[in-house]
């Protein structure tokens, strides 16, 4: 994390102050919903014990068959056309049973859904049609009771046989549709609304499940629907501003009044998008996501709805309709002589509780925000300079460090009187030293392999005189061990004189235009036969891959680089050379092989003069000084490119990029 964001999470303190007031808001705005929340309980209660009051006609307890009222007639055809409007207020007193129940000023209409894939048909008149796939009908009225049955040995219209004599007030005949489907078969009929039951009840026998659907025992429920005295009830007794809906112990709605006008607005904000804001952030994540009931529900299943149809009274805030708007919901039960016989469901909108609260809330905020503001643009500010200085500062060490300590200029930063200018001048002293024994150890194999040189020449003379001289056959393994010592030393000297060769050498080379391809290609050539049992991987474009720089460099550098590849590659391993061009004229050659990997903590410092990371894994033979992969690097940067190391999964990968040398401005 850069220091501009540390002093910035610092300013955010700041913030305990307005979380704390807004705590306080928040604590205020809770009691003002209870307020509320227990004016609207009271106003229930007082509804509930006014309906008992009027003598309203209130529902029984336990289940009841809902019908519903249209203003369409419904054609007695077998079809779902008329019904499928009216989906909502289907009823499953079983699984695999489905109905319906609608009226009009003339007609009750019923319709039956039974899921039964294995039928057995038989026309109700038939004896054994009692033993075959029927419905059975029973209504109820005043103490009178007369059951049908309805059964058909086909689809199309079919007239319900009456198991009962003739009883008064109940149709003789009911005509109806019997429509065979996929899943089952669908019964739809009608009975004059005259000689309609109170109570209906509805079996259904299946053939092939004898104990389904409750054996076939008729389920007897009240018939209910929206009654227009209730609802005028509840509209005389509602306050303004308020809807209520009284529903049924199973959650019908049976009566609703009232409407849910906007409370009185106090003067609105002179920043509504602010308030807006507020709203979203502090009162909407508290509300209940749903919006209000629709009016149009037949039926409330939701879960405090059916706390009150069970017994507890229960208060919700949900989001309105209008953007900033809240609605509380209370419902309680229909408490009637110790008996539920349902519940009151009664919604309240207001807009003045948010705007109170958001107003609450605007100076707070307001304030707290011109505050963080100003000491964030300070912090920042002052963050942004002290990055500025210590970047400066960053900026001038790598450049010391990339270049080995050499022309170093003066750190900036060394005159502040500061923690930074103390830390400036530190470096500072710490890089001259770094760059004075950097230089010498540049120098060191340069001066050792001239001093060397001379002792060596009078070694090798004596040698070469003592083979001339008669000397005991026991004295011979120790000429030949000295001669042998002595070759050693000169190739050390050789390898540590051939840095400073190298860097003379790439002082005084000329560019060339090349095809970098045809050098890379003839060099894996020359290595096949170095390679021996070892796998040698080539790959090389076909195509030209143009460069501007010295072919001989290049060479050595892939010599080196090869060779390096060479002593930590098992006899039966593998190298890969590979080639490749980019489109901004740039070129990349890879020398991988399959070996021990590379120890992370010396991967910096592999291209650096006098390292060497050679152990047990290196092949054994002529000695190494750590100036292979030096002289790659010099190799690179005078192509303008780079070289990296990194460890793969089988063993080591060098690549090196190469730009080309800068062409002289005579070009």
């Excluded at 929340?37 to 209660?45: C, G, M, N, R, T």
């Excluded at 790439?506 to 290595?527: H, K, N, P, T, W």
């Excluded at 490119?641 to 063993?651: F, P």
Aim: aromatic share 6%; with cysteine.
């Amino acid at each position: 994390m850069t220091l501009r964001r540390k002093l910035l999470l610092v300013a955010l303190s700041t913030l305990a102050l307005p979380w704390a007031g807004w705590l306080y808001v928040r604590q205020m705005e809770h009691l003002l919903r209870n307020s509320q929340e227990q004016a609207l309980l009271a106003i229930a209660f007082a509804l509930d014990r006014g309906l008992m009051a009027v003598g309203a006609n209130l529902p029984n307890t336990g289940q009841n068959w809902y019908v519903m009222h249209t203003t369409q007639p419904i054609v007695v055809d077998g079809s779902e056309d008329d019904w499928s409007s009216m989906a909502r207020w289907a009823q499953h007193p079983w699984q695999g049973v489905t109905v319906q129940l609608a009226d009009d000023p003339a007609w009750l209409y019923l319709r039956i859904d039974v899921d039964d894939a294995h039928r057995v048909r038989m026309d109700a008149r038939d004896p054994g049609a009692v033993e075959a796939d029927h419905v059975m009908l029973q209504f109820l009225r005043a103490g009178r009771q007369r059951n049908y049955l309805l059964a058909s040995a086909s689809s199309g219209a079919f007239l319900a046989h009456p198991l009962d004599p003739h009883v008064r007030g109940f149709p003789d005949q009911i005509s109806g549709q019997w429509q065979d489907a996929a899943h089952g078969y669908r019964i739809e009929l009608r009975i004059p609304r005259a000689q309609a039951p109170e109570q209906l009840g509805i079996g259904v026998f299946d053939a092939g499940a004898p104990a389904r659907y409750n054996g076939g025992k008729p389920d007897v429920r009240p018939l209910l629907n929206l009654s227009p005295a209730l609802s005028n009830d509840l509209t005389q007794l509602a306050p303004s501003g308020v809807r209520v809906r009284l529903l049924s112990a199973d959650g019908w709605v049976i009566g609703e009044g009232g409407s849910m006008l906007e409370t009185r607005k106090p003067k609105p904000s002179r920043f509504p998008w602010l308030q807006r804001v507020l709203s979203d952030l502090l009162v909407v994540p508290s509300l209940d996501q749903r919006q209000h009931l629709p009016r149009d529900t037949p039926r409330l299943s939701e879960p405090d709805v059916q706390q009150a149809l069970d017994g507890q009274a229960t208060a919700n805030w949900r989001g309105g309709d209008t953007p900033g708007s809240v609605v509380l919901m209370v419902a309680v039960p229909l408490d009637v002589r110790g008996q539920n016989r349902g519940a009151l469901v009664l919604e309240q909108s207001s807009q003045a509780l948010p705007l109170l609260t958001n107003r609450a809330l605007l100076g707070l905020m307001l304030a707290s925000v011109a505050v963080l503001l100003i000491a964030g643009a300070v912090l920042f500010a002052f963050a942004t300079w002290l990055s500025v200085r210590i970047g400066r500062l960053r900026d001038a060490a790598e450049h010391a460090q990339h270049h080995e300590g050499l022309a170093l200029a003066s750190l900036p930063l060394v005159d502040d009187h500061d923690e930074l200018g103390d830390l400036a001048r530190s470096l500072s002293r710490l890089l001259e030293s770094i760059g004075t024994y950097t230089e010498y150890l540049r120098k060191l194999a340069s001066n050792l392999s001239h001093e060397l040189n001379t002792p060596l020449a009078i070694v090798r003379s004596s040698l070469e005189n003592l083979e001339h001289e008669q000397l005991p056959r026991e004295a011979l393994p120790y000429l030949a061990r000295a001669r042998d010592g002595a070759a050693r030393i000169g190739t050390i000297v050789r390898a540590m004189s051939e840095a400073s060769r190298m860097e003379r050498a790439m002082a005084s080379a000329d560019g060339e235009d090349m095809d970098l391809a045809q050098v890379v290609r003839g060099c894996a050539d020359a290595y096949r036969p170095l390679a021996g049992t070892r796998e040698l991987r080539c790959e090389i474009p076909a195509h030209p891959v143009p460069l501007y720089g010295a072919p001989e460099l290049i060479a050595q550098a892939l010599d080196k680089l090869f060779d390096n590849a060479l002593s930590f590659t098992a006899a039966d391993g593998w190298i890969r050379i590979a080639l490749a061009a980019s489109d901004d004229g740039a070129a990349r050659i890879v020398v991988s092989n399959r070996g021990p990997h590379l120890p992370d903590a010396m991967q910096g410092q592999l291209f650096d003069s006098l390292v060497s990371v050679r152990g047990s894994g290196a092949r054994a033979g002529a000695p190494h000084l750590g100036l292979g992969l030096y002289v790659v690097r010099l190799v690179a940067e005078l192509h303008q490119g780079k070289v990296s190391a990194r460890n793969d999964a089988d063993g080591a990968t060098f690549e090196m990029d190469l730009r080309g040398m800068r062409r002289p401005e005579s070009e």
